[in-house]
């Protein structure tokens, strides 16, 4: 006997098939870094929001979740940056203008940018953690009068290796926005902030009783920057983390992205750190 | 298969109907698949007759150990539940996902739903229905929906069977799952059996399974057969070999991640993923690509994984759970704790497989008791859950 679920899921279109992307325009961001342009090679570009994915297929060697870095509201193709770290990131960051490739998605609950209206926003990045918060902070500049003080907060290995470094410097200078740079290392030419990016959160202007903090960034980097913001002041309902775990198929289905209770791939990847706060302070979770 | 508005009608069929029954489903082209003995345990295989079944066999099963034994009868369910479960068949250990080319014009992508096959399968225990049930919520209850599973699941006809034996390391009875069934069958069986009879009750659970009937030499259950099928059940309730309390059980898991017993396993665990791949609810899977010689096509496939293994949580620079025992906590806790958070129901069933093929014993239901009787936080205390 059959529940009736089942036999409506045998007509749907199959969540584990890509359709097929071709590389438009390709930028070299850092010596392991390209932001590449996908175009739909057929039909129309589905909608995304700020913080949610895409599983990138190259022919043969695999699929990988990588974020959206673009702007929301340009509906012509999907912007990524990935970094060169294995075998699948490497073939996508060798992929040439006119590539084609499979691609899945957008899959995941984004970055409450809505929600955060009315508000300071605070954003925390790590590295490559700025790519899944640029489309948040396009947003957020695209509706500028609508938030309080904005902040981005980003710590990078080094000066050279920072990402979207002329688009930062852009926005420092001409627009209302608030950013703080720190490295790891510099040479004696560097003359802004050294150390982690959590130790910029106590410096930082922004009202503890009405803010959104927006984090993403390696583990340990997210661990530090949330117990910095909640020692701010700011309540931990209102600090987002955007989580990573292994994934293979993002839609609920594999196992691999649990977190606890939760499926990183459809409960997150942004997580309200009130609701992980428990888990999050244990190990190997 | 729609549920029969008069469902639950009751028949007595003999072992030469069963023969009728499964002629009836190979005639209508399904894959009549059942359990039969292959070396020294009872497994699911192919039936093309009565005989196939494991007449006269009974299994005896401990923790770590399984072995065959004669029954003083010729039952031919007389047997609780051996190494597979049916999910191999509607969640196969390893799937094609799909095929993509290499052409002129850059990449296509294309999957092939030829070769879905109709399944029959006879002798589904209560437990194992409730498992079929916990990986159709997995499947097809989420925001996204495995295309797949819901082929091969839709077009399935189950003949269950009540269990007449249950195994010491069985434990359904605690989970709310067995011995009897309940629903989610086409046909349901419990076997009479003594010196006088060998017959099958029959209940009937879809309009399927009532056509098929129709078409088999049956009578009309006395009360005195559905009395005798009653006491079949009982009997198994009452020998159920292990318990587990699950009264507060999950939030008493979820408030003790950091209890010194989950390092106490780990130094007898092997991880070696063996409770993962018998137990009939675990799901994960892992995906691999592969490309012929010429590179003009590569396929996708999906593979039965274990969060025993290193590689289920590795992430650039290292795996999230290096140890054996963030690997058993995990298993545990997520069979019977977040599963609850994550699809509305326990993601155990009690079929007692897990401790039966661990090959150094280790007992869910003992490793849980552990953990009952030294809690390190109260139990109930809040914690990150949805
Ligand atoms: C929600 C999400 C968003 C991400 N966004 C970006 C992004 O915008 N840009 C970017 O460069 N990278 C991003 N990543 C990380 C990216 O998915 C990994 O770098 C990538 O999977 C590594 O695969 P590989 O085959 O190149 O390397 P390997 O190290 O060889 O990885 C082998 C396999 O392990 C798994 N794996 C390894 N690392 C990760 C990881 N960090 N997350 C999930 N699975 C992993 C993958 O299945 C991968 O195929 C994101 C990850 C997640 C979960
Ligand atoms: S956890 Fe063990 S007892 Fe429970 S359903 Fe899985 S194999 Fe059976
Ligand atoms: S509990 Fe037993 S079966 Fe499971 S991984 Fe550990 S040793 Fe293997
Ligand atoms: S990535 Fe498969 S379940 Fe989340």
Redo the contacts between chains.
């Keep these: 006997?059959?529940?009736e679920?089942?036999?409506?899921?045998?007509s749907?279109?199959?969540?584990?098939?890509?359709q097929?992307y071709?590389v438009g325009r390709l930028r070299r961001e850092l010596h392991d870094t390209v932001t590449l342009e996908l175009a739909p090679?057929a039909g129309r570009r589905p909608a995304f929001r700020p913080g949610q994915f895409n599983m990138l297929?190259v022919?043969?060697?695999?699929?990988i979740a990588v974020s959206l870095s673009g702007d929301s509201t340009d509906e012509t193709h999907f912007v990524h940056t990935v970094r060169d770290?294995?075998a699948v990131s490497k073939a996508i960051t060798e992929l040439g203008t006119g590539?084609?490739?499979?691609l899945r998605g957008p899959f995941g609950v984004g970055w409450p940018v809505e929600a955060a209206e009315g508000s300071d926003v605070v954003l925390v990045a790590g590295g490559l953690g700025l790519a899944p918060l640029r489309p948040a902070i396009y947003h957020i500049l695209a509706n500028r009068v609508r938030y309080g003080r904005v902040v981005i907060l980003f710590g990078s290995r080094n000066p050279h290796d920072m990402l979207y470094r002329h688009e930062l410097e852009e926005w420092r200078q001409h627009l209302d926005i608030s950013i703080e740079v720190t490295v790891d290392h510099a040479e004696a030419d560097w003359h802004g902030n050294v150390g982690v990016v959590p130790a910029l959160i106590p410096r930082a202007t922004f009202d503890r009783h009405n803010t959104i903090a927006l984090v993403c960034g390696p583990e340990v980097m997210m661990r530090y920057s949330a117990s910095a913001l909640a020692e701010a002041g700011v309540p931990p309902e209102r600090i987002y983390l955007s989580m990573?775990?292994?994934m293979?198929?993002a839609?609920?289905?594999?196992?691999?992205c649990?977190f606890?209770?939760?499926?990183i791939c459809?409960?997150g990847p942004v997580m309200q750190f009130a609701?992980?706060?428990?888990?999050?302070a244990?190990?190997?979770? | 298969m729609q549920h029969r508005p008069d469902g639950g009608t009751k028949a007595v069929i003999s072992r030469e109907a069963l023969q009728q029954l499964i002629e009836a489903l190979s005639a209508e082209n399904c894959r009549v698949l059942g359990p039969t003995v292959r070396d020294g345990a009872i497994v699911y295989d192919e039936i093309a007759q009565v005989g196939n079944l494991p007449a006269g066999w009974t299994d005896r099963q401990e923790a770590g150990r399984y072995h065959l034994e004669r029954r003083e009868d010729d039952a031919l369910f007389g047997f609780a539940v051996g190494p597979q479960s049916w999910k191999q068949f509607l969640h196969p250990p390893v799937e094609t996902l799909w095929t993509a080319r290499q052409g002129d014009d850059g990449i296509s992508i294309a999957t092939d739903r030829s070769e879905t096959p109709i399944f029959a399968f006879i002798g589904v225990r209560a437990c194992e229905l409730h498992a079929i049930a916990i990986q159709d919520r997995v499947f097809l209850d989420g925001p996204y929906r495995d295309v797949t599973y819901g082929m091969r699941r839709q077009d399935a006809f189950i003949v269950a069977v009540n269990c007449g034996n249950a195994a010491a390391t069985c434990f359904c009875a605690s989970m709310g799952t067995g011995p009897k069934v309940d629903a989610g069958f086409d046909l349901a069986l419990t076997e009479l059996i003594d010196a006088t009879r060998h017959e099958f009750v029959v209940e009937v659970g879809s309009e399927a399974g009532g056509d098929l009937l129709d078409r088999l030499p049956h009578r009309p259950a006395a009360n005195a057969d559905l009395l005798a099928a009653e006491a079949v059940i009982a009997r198994t309730q009452s020998a159920m070999g292990r318990r587990l309390e699950t009264d507060g059980l999950k939030e008493l898991l979820q408030a003790n991640l950091n209890h010194p017993r989950w390092d106490e396993v780990a130094a007898r665990c092997l991880a070696c993923g063996n409770c993962t791949s018998v137990c009939p609810t675990c799901f994960c899977t892992t995906v691999e690509d592969h490309s012929d010689l010429m590179g003009s096509s590569a396929e996708r496939i999906r593979k039965w994984d274990s969060c025993f293994t290193l590689d289920f949580s590795y992430l650039h620079g290292g795996s999230v759970r290096t140890t054996a025992s963030s690997r058993y906590r995990q298993w545990m806790t997520h069979k019977l704790a977040s599963w609850i958070d994550q699809f509305g129901t326990s993601g155990c069933v009690g079929c007692g497989r897990c401790i039966t093929w661990c090959p150094v014993g280790i007992d869910i239901t003992a490793e849980a008791a552990a953990i009952r009787a030294t809690p390190q936080s109260r139990k109930g205390e809040p914690h990150g859950g949805t």
């Design positions: 006997m059959v529940p679920s089942v036999s409506a899921a045998a749907l279109p199959d969540p584990f098939v890509p097929i071709r090679s297929y022919f043969g060697v695999g699929e770290v294995g590539a084609t490739i499979g990573e775990r292994n293979k198929c839609i609920g289905l594999c196992g691999h649990q606890g209770p939760t499926f459809k409960d609701r992980i706060a428990k888990i999050f244990i190990r190997e979770v």
